[in-house]
């Protein structure tokens, strides 16, 4: 079964950082553009960010542009994100999922290979 594995949340106060990772279980990284996504309680599956295969492409979404960072490191077959300045509204869980098709990098159901996610609290 291929499927991604999330890590690296916890709690964390206001101003905070985390870095989360995601690896695979059953396949290769590499070959796929990786998102990151978040779900709040009661909302919508939203996404947080993209790297392209060779990480010469990345998005973000408006809300954590300027304090996340996502990288890939294909030899560790693990993408990163680096979440600096954290606030209370990124509570979320956080998961990570292979872009299989499509062109839009934010559309969750053009992602598969879904992990359990790993959450993130931001409280002071």
């Known amino acids: 079964q291929f499927q991604t594995v999330e890590s690296g949340g916890g709690l964390v106060q206001p101003g905070g950082s985390l870095r989360l990772s995601c690896t695979a279980s059953g396949f290769n990284l590499g070959h796929f553009a990786i998102g990151w996504f978040r779900q709040a309680p009661g909302k919508e599956r939203e996404g947080v960010s993209c790297?392209?295969?060779?990480?010469?492409?990345?998005y973000y979404a408006d809300s954590v542009k300027g304090r996340f960072t996502i990288s890939r490191d294909n030899a560790k077959n693990t993408v990163y994100l680096q979440m600096n300045s954290l606030r209370l509204e990124d509570t979320a869980d956080y998961y990570c999922?292979?872009?299989?098709?499509?062109?839009?990098?934010?559309?969750?159901?053009?992602?598969?290979?879904w992990g359990q996610g790993t959450q993130v609290t931001v409280s002071s």
């Open positions: 999922a292979a872009h299989i098709r499509g062109t839009n990098w934010a559309d969750k159901y053009e992602y598969d290979f």
């Open positions: 790297i392209s295969t060779s990480d010469a492409l990345t």
